[in-house]
């Protein structure tokens, strides 16, 4: 198995990130939270937006390519 085969295996998929990123979403959103515990969401937000916004971004890459003319 190749580095990138075992990157993709353990890479979390765009829709399990995506409803972890609601869930913290709401929960910043409800408030009564403390600070530490609002700055790990928080870190943990940007963590799995930056998942999302790679899963876009090679999905958006793969496209464009399969538009390309030979």
């Given amino acids: 198995m190749t580095a990138k085969k075992s990157d ?3 890479a979390p998929s765009f829709e399990s990130s995506r409803d ?3 869930k913290i979403v709401q929960q910043l ?6 600070l530490e515990e609002s700055l790990a ?3 943990r937000g940007e963590a799995l937006a930056a998942v999302c916004q790679g899963w876009l971004d090679t999905t958006r890459a793969r496209l464009d390519q399969a ?3 030979d």
């Fill in 20 to 22: 972890e990123l609601a």
């Fill in 41 to 43: 969401l928080w870190e």
């Fill in 67 to 69: 538009k390309a003319p």
């Fill in 8 to 10: 993709e295996a353990q």
């Fill in 29 to 34: 959103e409800a408030g009564g939270l403390t």
